[in-house]
């Protein structure tokens, strides 16, 4: 990955991590250079540091904090593929993920060697069922090229770059080489047989017999986490539709999404125009409703107050686009609410749909709309106001700013508050993690003391032992033990699931404020 200024990986010139581009010292970081650099390659290799040339002729790095955070997501990826595209899909996603960057070649193998080994007896992978479902992650591009380095005429004079520039074109990103990858998955052999294989390998390496390198050597392809995001994006928006009008509203707008999925960017604010014709060419087959009724629907989600389906034009019998930035603004305030609700109750809800719905309000005013007693009302505006859930804007009739004389107008400032959120959600996951963490050392002789008696019965159920023989293996873990370890095992798949339900909130948050710092 990393060329080095005279002939080797690139020389690191100083060590260490912080904010923006750092300089990295194999002294300070306690590391000799070879350590350094293998590390640098495996953090590259994975997308979580990126390095540059400078003017002055050495290279800087830089980790990709965004990036590193995106592992806690890496379950939800593999799930999505496996969704979408089977048992295949989810693990040519996961061998792509766990790996950083491989060539299709090598994931197709390592896939279909996977798949075999769960297949009964006698059964196996095609290398070609592999290869199709590849080819559908990239078609979809869910899965893209990685840069390459230029070809460049080579000049004997002149020296190596310090670092290579890699480069893609964006038209190459999604195509797939031609190969014919012709085979099927094949088990793990057992010792004896790993042994033969051992002595054949030395007896062809003494031979002279060199493998040739695969046929699509040196292009490598890895996860476009992207487009995970954007198919997340989608599916929270089909979700919001079909909670507040209908299922058929949803699959409508469903149809939509998946019609501008490749040609839209993850970062633009709409979708492309469709016309209302290609919309009914392209609804699903059990959909049998009219020509009329569609454009019904379509008005309908076009007059919708939240404003998710947009009428750009009438031609074709009228253009249609989503607003994604509007669609994500509501979902993450509808998020916001219900946080206020969960966290202050009803009334406060109820205050802070009224201040969102009137902007700026006097606390007499709010109290009058949301018809709650004054002090009840003062007491929850200062405790969302604490809490950073609400602000306070001072509006001075005279420059002395008297408080006499000044307007105290409450409001909510949704970008501010979507912030603060989403700095308390990486707080409660990274307490989620050490939790997670603690429950496990505190278990650990419990839990390798389990595994030591799993790998054993395992083994002896391959060797066919008797069932009194497994049932006293089994008798090694008392009763307690057992009662200890399920009660781990449960408390650790509702730390799961609860960092799960957090990274939900933190992508919809997330999404909002990219969505609305890149707004024009």
Known sequence: MV?????????????????????????????????VKKALCVLIQHNLVTYQLQKRGFVEYEAQCKRVLRILRYPRYIYTAKTLYNDTGELIVEELLLNGKMTMSAVVRKVADRLTETMEDGKTMDYTDVSNTFVRLVDTHFVQRCPLIPETPETPDAPPPPAPMLVINEKDMYVVPRLNLIGKGKRRRSCDEEE????KAKKQKQGGE??????????????????????????????????????????????????SEVTTSSSAPYTQ???????????????????????????????????????SG?????MYTVNLHKALASLATATLESI?????????????????????????????FAMIPAKEAKDMLYKMLSENFVSLQEIPKTPDHAPSRTFYLYTVNILSSARMLLHRCYKSVANLIERRQYETKENKRLLEKSQRVEAILASMQATGAEDAQLQEIEEMITVPERQQLENLRRNVNKIDASENQVDETIFVLESFIESTMKKP
């Not at 046929?215 to 507040?244: C, E, K, L, M, T």
């Not at 949803?250 to 998946?258: A, D, F, G, N, P």
Request: with cysteine; glycine share 8%.
């Open 314 to 318: 009438d031609s074709g019998g009228g």
């Open 210 to 259: 060199s493998s040739e390198p695969p046929p699509d050597d040196g292009i490598y392809w890895q996860v476009n986490i992207d487009r995970f995001h954007q198919h997340f994006r989608d599916q929270g928006i089909v979700s919001a539709v079909a909670n507040r009008m209908d299922q058929t509203s949803s699959e409508i707008v469903r149809t939509m999404l998946r019609m």
């Open 196 to 199: 033969n294989g051992e002595h």
């Open 340 to 368: 206020v609700e969960e966290r202050f109750g009803s009334r406060c809800a109820r205050i802070f749909r009224l201040l969102l719905r009137k902007k700026h309000l006097e606390q007499k005013q709010v109290e009058d």
């Open 273 to 311: 125009p469709l016309s209302s014709n290609e919309i009914f060419r392209s609804l699903p087959a059990g959909y049998n409703i009219v020509k009329q009724v569609l454009d019904q629907y379509l008005t309908l989600l076009a007059d919708d107050p939240l404003e998710f389906v947009g009428k």
């Open 3 to 35: 060329a080095a200024q005279g002939g080797n990986a690139p020389r690191p010139q100083c060590s260490g991590v912080s904010t923006g581009w750092a300089s990295l010292s194999p002294n300070r970081a306690l590391l000799c250079l070879g350590q």
